[in-house]
C-alpha cells in the first residue's frame, strides 16, 4: 500500500532560525514527489516538484531534496519568517494518474518572533 | 490568488441534507479534482475530471457525486449528510491530466454538519 509519512508532526522554532521537515515514501512506481504549503483554512500552494532524476530543487528560501534510493525527501527552510508559520504536505504521485497522489498528513510548523 | 474559484466559502447544514459545491478551474486548466480534507485527517483525493469525463476515482463514497460542465466549472453533490462529512472541501486544476503536471488548489468550502 502506498504511503507518505513526515516528521514530526510539529515543529516550532523561532523567527530567523532554519529548519528541516523530513517525508519518507513507499509508492510505487514513483513519479514525482512534491512540497505544498498550506496556511490554516487555505488551499495547498505548491513549493516544489521533483521527478526521479532531481535530487534538490529550490524556491527561494526553501530548499527539498529526495533521495529516491532510500525513499526519502527534506524540506529546508532557511531564515524562517512569521509567515512560513502553515503546514507542509509531502505528496508523492505514482504513475497512472490522480489516484496515484498519496498525501502525507503534514508537518505543522510555526515561527514564533 | 491560484485562479480557481470555489463557492460558497462556508455552508451549514443539517443531517441528512443534500449539498452542492461548485468549482471553476483556472483560465484553460482542462482537468479538475475534488479533494477531501477532515480536522484529524490528510487531504483525501475523491475525484477527477477531464474535459467533462470522469477520469480518476479515489475515496469517493456511494453518497457523493460529481460532474464537470462544458464550460468546464465543476460540482460536486454530497447527499445524505452525516456529521463525519464535515471537512474543508478543496477544488484543484491542471491543464493536463497525467500526474506530473501542477495541480493548482482552490480557496475551499468549509462545510458543517450539524
Known amino acids: 500500500k502506498n504511503q507518505v509519512e513526515q516528521s514530526p508532526q510539529s515543529l516550532i522554532i523561532l523567527e530567523g532560525k532554519n529548519c528541516t521537515l523530513q517525508c519518507n515514501y513507499t509508492v510505487s512506481p514513483f513519479s514525482n514527489l512534491r512540497w505544498y504549503k498550506q496556511d490554516t483554512g487555505r488551499g495547498p500552494v505548491s513549493l516544489t516538484i521533483?521527478?526521479?532524476?532531481?535530487n534538490t530543487k529550490s524556491n527561494g528560501r526553501y530548499t527539498a531534496t529526495l533521495d529516491a534510493d532510500t525513499k526519502q525527501s527534506s524540506l529546508h527552510i532557511t531564515a524562517s519568517q512569521l509567515s512560513d508559520s502553515a503546514s507542509y504536505i509531502c505528496?508523492?504521485?505514482?504513475?497512472?494518474?490522480?489516484?496515484?497522489?498519496?498525501f502525507g498528513k503534514g508537518t505543522h510548523l510555526i515561527i514564533q518572533p | 490568488d491560484s485562479g480557481v474559484t470555489q463557492t460558497p466559502k462556508h455552508l451549514i447544514t443539517a443531517t441528512g441534507q443534500r449539498v452542492t459545491l461548485r468549482c471553476s478551474p483556472r483560465s484553460g486548466d482542462l482537468s479538475v479534482y475534488w479533494y477531501q480534507q477532515s480536522l484529524d485527517q490528510g487531504l483525501q483525493f475523491l475525484i477527477q475530471y477531464y474535459n467533462g469525463e470522469e477520469r480518476a476515482k479515489g475515496n469517493i463514497l456511494e453518497r457523493f457525486s460529481a460532474q464537470q460542465f462544458p464550460d468546464l466549472h465543476s460540482e460536486l453533490n454530497l447527499s445524505s449528510l452525516e456529521l463525519g462529512d464535515s471537512a474543508l472541501y478543496f477544488c484543484?486544476?491542471?491543464?493536463?491530466?497525467?500526474?506530473?503536471?501542477?495541480?493548482?488548489f482552490g480557496p475551499g468550502t468549509r462545510l458543517t454538519v450539524t
Open positions: 484543484a486544476s491542471s491543464v493536463d491530466p497525467r500526474e506530473a503536471y501542477e495541480q493548482y
Open positions: 521533483m521527478t526521479f532524476s532531481e
Open positions: 505528496v508523492v504521485s505514482a504513475f497512472g494518474g490522480a489516484d496515484g497522489l498519496t
